[in-house]
């Protein structure tokens, strides 16, 4: 019988796919989905830092913010990974050194083949609406309005959300100095679809979505990031947290839900996500879809 394919949760948006035999020499396939491993001191988290990571074949990065990308540089100095994402991941991740051989710029519309018989196509997606909050909103909270607000009032919102990020504290204007890699924004989201010899996983690392796209894809399973404003479209959701992820189901059409990004990663700034009301929505548009919370390292059987 064939091993089966494990996901482990490294907190945030990370995960670690490991997919039995897949690699060339018939060794296991090690795919980091994101990177970001370090925490706040006393921050939800495994508890390891990207210094700790001495096994990856591949890490796809689905955006450039310090919490999916930083730690990208360390795990492929050390594993000889390599990382696919946008040219502003590749740009910052060529600023620290990392070889040229082991970075795969990407836009939107590649299909890559990273095992035996695995790809991974990556499609153009949407950061959240970072910029129309401060803290997080718990998952029930309905939030409405901030339609139509033009580049140049996000960017004022988001330097206002950068300033009130810096007074949570001495220990998180550390962290937010180690891990700042001069990202020029977000680059540009991604989600990636990876097929499988045992089943097709769709994974998202911040909520936000073209629906265009998400309704053609029908993946058996999907990571959906569950934090912050939503973003349908370019626009924040008119509804809440719950509501979002419930309709992203809805276009997916998965068996199976992986919640990411819903830890109390960055406290003051996240929230521990009350997934009940994700549950309670999911249950009204998707019935039949299995909604799973995995805990960190807990090697989750990925296609079940
Ligand atoms: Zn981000």
């Given at each position: 019988?064939?091993?089966?394919?494990?996901?482990?949760?490294?907190?945030?948006?990370?995960?670690?796919?490991?997919?039995?035999?897949?690699?060339?020499?018939?060794?296991?396939?090690?795919?980091?989905?994101?990177?970001?491993?370090?925490?706040?001191?006393?921050?939800?988290?495994?508890?390891?830092?990207?210094?700790?990571?001495?096994?990856?074949?591949?890490?796809?990065?689905?955006?450039?913010?310090?919490?999916?990308?930083?730690?990208?540089?360390?795990?492929?100095?050390?594993?000889?990974?390599?990382?696919?994402?946008?040219?502003?991941?590749?740009?910052?991740?060529?600023?620290?050194?990392?070889?040229?051989?082991?970075?795969?710029?990407?836009?939107?519309?590649?299909?890559?083949?990273?095992?035996?018989?695995?790809?991974?196509?990556?499609?153009?997606?949407?950061?959240?609406?970072?910029?129309?909050?401060?803290?997080?909103?718990?998952?029930?909270?309905?939030?409405?309005?901030?339609?139509?607000?033009?580049?140049?009032?996000?960017?004022?919102?988001?330097?206002?959300?950068?300033?009130?990020?810096?007074?949570?504290?001495?220990?998180?204007?550390?962290?937010?100095?180690?891990?700042?890699?001069?990202?020029?924004?977000?680059?540009?989201?991604?989600?990636?679809?990876?097929?499988?010899?045992?089943?097709?996983?769709?994974?998202?690392?911040?909520?936000?979505?073209?629906?265009?796209?998400?309704?053609?894809?029908?993946?058996?399973v999907a990571i959906l990031a569950a934090a912050g404003r939503g973003n349908v479209d370019g626009e924040p959701v008119q509804g809440s947290l719950a509501q979002f992820v419930a309709r992203q189901a809805s276009l997916l059409?998965?068996?199976?839900?992986?919640?990411?990004?819903?830890?109390?990663?960055?406290?003051?700034?996240?929230?521990?996500?009350?997934?009940?009301?994700?549950?309670?929505?999911?249950?009204?548009?998707?019935?039949?879809?299995?909604?799973?919370?995995?805990?960190?390292?807990?090697?989750?059987?990925?296609?079940?």
């Amino acid at each position: 019988m064939r091993a089966t394919a494990t996901l482990d949760w490294y907190g945030c948006a990370t995960f670690r796919l490991v997919l039995p035999g897949e690699r060339e020499d018939g060794r296991d396939l090690v795919v980091f989905l994101d990177a970001y491993v370090d925490r706040v001191p006393g921050a939800a988290g495994p508890g390891l830092r990207a210094e700790d990571i001495d096994r990856a074949d591949w890490a796809v990065i689905g955006h450039s913010h310090f919490d999916h990308l930083w730690g990208a540089e360390r795990i492929a100095r050390q594993t000889g990974a390599t990382v696919v994402g946008s040219h502003e991941s590749v740009r910052i991740l060529d600023g620290e050194g990392v070889p040229t051989a082991q970075l795969l710029p990407v836009a939107g519309g590649e299909r890559i083949r990273i095992g035996r018989e695995t790809h991974v196509s990556v499609f153009p997606s949407l950061h959240s609406c970072v910029w129309s909050h401060q803290g997080m909103a718990q998952a029930h909270e309905v939030c409405l309005g901030d339609l139509r607000v033009d580049w140049h009032g996000r960017q004022a919102r988001m330097g206002d959300l950068f300033s009130w990020v810096a007074s949570l504290g001495d220990e998180t204007r550390a962290h937010l100095r180690a891990s700042d890699q001069g990202a020029r924004g977000d680059g540009g989201a991604f989600v990636y679809l990876f097929e499988t010899p045992q089943g097709s996983l769709l994974y998202q690392d911040t909520s936000g979505h073209w629906s265009g796209i998400l309704q053609d894809l029908r993946p058996d399973v999907a990571i959906l990031a569950a934090a912050g404003r939503g973003n349908v479209d370019g626009e924040p959701v008119q509804g809440s947290l719950a509501q979002f992820v419930a309709r992203q189901a809805s276009l997916l059409k998965p068996g199976r839900v992986v919640l990411g990004h819903h830890d109390d990663w960055l406290p003051g700034f996240s929230v521990a996500t009350d997934t009940k009301p994700i549950r309670e929505e999911l249950g009204r548009w998707l019935p039949r879809c299995e909604l799973v919370e995995t805990g960190y390292l807990a090697a989750l059987e990925v296609f079940g």
